[in-house]
């Protein structure tokens, strides 16, 4: 059977395996989780961090993103029916 564990506890092991003031294995035992687990969780944090100081810049850039495929789709659809329509004259 497999444990789930919640968020806080999971931050809190990896804050832990980042300090490195405990060795991997100490932890494991320690919080009854396996080694490759808490490494795992320790990458994913250390991952996670540079999108805390994205700040706006980030968020513009996904927003820019949706509305350029917004527009394309209308694009594509307008030369569709421009299409149809010429046809049909």
Do not use: P
């Amino acid at each position: 059977m497999r444990k789930s564990f919640d968020k806080e506890f999971m931050a809190r092991v990896a804050l832990e395996a980042i300090k490195e003031e405990k060795t991997i294995a100490e932890l494991s035992s320690q919080y009854e989780v396996h080694r490759t687990q808490i490494t795992k969780w320790r990458k994913r944090a250390l991952e996670g961090l540079a999108g805390i100081f994205q700040g706006k810049e980030g968020k513009n850039v996904e927003e820019k993103a949706k509305v350029i495929d917004e527009l394309y789709r209308q694009i594509g659809q307008l030369k569709v029916e421009n299409e149809w329509l010429k046809k049909k004259i």
